[in-house]
């Protein structure tokens, strides 16, 4: 279960732990929280699987990422999960998602994320990718991101009454 | 320029921060240098904005709900309803790519119908259809992503 106070917390958490000696201890003090409380607390909602990873969230780009393709396939429901797990082990795919098709106009239900340097690589790893998974026969797309319009953390925006009704 | 510690900082915790009082005197002492090393190392790389935080990433859809969208607008019109889409507070990431859809955002809402509403809203005050691509299953395994340091 997870209570109002786990979505002050999760919220201050997302926005980052600050660089200072005892982070959670800083983190408790804006809540109202012992320290010990506050690390209870995390270590319970990573162990649940509410926060899926804590740590370093690089900035791909600054790090000369710059090419970031989104790469949709037409996989057989019949092979999807198989083709989905394997997929996603390749060391250069960020996401693997499974979304429905959308009729002729979008027939894809396969997406992962190749992050690279260059579109020549990202290409290059694409390729390998289609042989190594069976892919090749597939229909297939390649979205390369242009402007960033917009990004942020997914800080949601939760009210408390709205938060009694969650997982 | 990045020092070796730099590096090891950018991929070695990108997963398991240590859940401590204490946790960069933690990677410190894994790493053989002194917690201020540490401290000072991570403030560089977020001031340089190498790192856009040290926090948690959350799981999709455990909290509220979110969809994949995808619009295709003319050119000339892309920057003026990527600007309408960006007003929605339920709007976090917007893209172009490069595709007959070519504008490209995430939504999250607190439930379905809110969602819907979002959505409804969002082509009426652009004046395009949306493809609603929620996710069905996630399959990633995320162990981390290792930053090639080369070139």
Same mark, same amino acid.
Not at chain 1, 77 to 85: D, H, K, R, T, Y
Not at chain 1, 98 to 109: D, K, T, V
Not at chain 1, 145 to 150: A, D, E, G, I
């Given at each position: 279960m997870i209570d109002a106070i786990d979505w002050q917390l999760l919220a201050r958490v997302q926005q980052g732990l600050p660089l200072v000696s005892r982070p959670y201890a800083d983190i408790g003090k804006g809540l109202n929280l012992s320290e010990n409380e506050v690390l209870k607390r995390v270590a319970r909602?990573?162990?649940?699987?509410?926060?899926?990873?804590?740590?370093?969230?690089?900035?791909?780009?600054?790090?000369?990422?710059?090419?970031?393709?989104?790469?949709?396939?037409?996989?057989?429901?019949?092979?999807? +999960?198989?083709?989905? @797990?394997?997929?996603? %082990?390749?060391?250069?795919?960020?996401?693997?998602? %499974?979304? !429905?098709?959308?009729?002729?106009?979008? !027939?894809?239900?396969?997406?992962?994320?190749?992050?690279? #340097?260059?579109? @020549?690589?990202?290409?290059?790893?694409? +390729?390998?990718?289609?042989?190594?998974?069976?892919?090749?026969?597939?229909?297939? +797309?390649?979205?390369?991101?242009?402007?960033?319009? #917009?990004?942020?953390?997914?800080?949601?925006?939760?009210? !408390?009454?709205?938060?009694? +009704?969650?997982? | 320029m990045l020092s070796p510690l730099h590096k090891q900082l950018l991929n070695d915790f990108q997963q398991n921060l240590p859940i401590s009082a204490t946790p960069y005197q933690d990677i410190a002492l894994s790493l053989g240098v002194t917690e201020d090393d540490v401290l000072l190392a991570f403030q560089e790389l977020q001031d340089q904005q190498f790192i856009a935080r040290i926090g948690s990433v959350i799981a999709p859809n455990l909290i509220g709900v979110s969809a994949l969208m995808a619009m295709a607008v003319p050119t000339e019109n892309l920057i003026k309803t990527a600007e309408i889409v960006n007003q929605y507070p339920e709007v976090n990431h917007n893209y172009e790519r490069d595709n007959r859809f070519n504008l490209w955002f995430v939504l999250i809402a607190k439930d379905k119908s809110s969602l819907q509403t979002v959505i409804a809203d969002i082509e009426l005050t652009t004046g395009y259809n949306t493809l609603y691509l929620p996710l069905i299953a996630d399959y990633f395994i995320n162990l981390g992503f290792e930053i090639d340091f080369d070139d």
């Open positions: 909602l990573k162990q649940q699987g509410v926060i899926k990873r804590l740590g370093v969230v690089v900035n791909h780009r600054r790090l000369g990422y710059t090419a970031n393709a989104m790469v949709v396939f037409d996989v057989a429901a019949s092979l999807i +999960e198989q083709i989905g @797990e394997h997929v996603s %082990q390749f060391s250069f795919v960020n996401l693997c998602y %499974q979304r !429905p098709a959308q009729g002729e106009q979008w !027939p894809y239900n396969l997406y992962c994320m190749i992050h690279g #340097k260059n579109k @020549e690589k990202v290409l290059q790893q694409l +390729e390998y990718l289609k042989q190594s998974c069976g892919l090749l026969q597939c229909k297939s +797309e390649v979205l390369f991101s242009k402007q960033c319009f #917009k990004q942020r953390g997914a800080l949601y925006q939760m009210s !408390p009454d709205q938060e009694k +009704e969650k997982v | -």
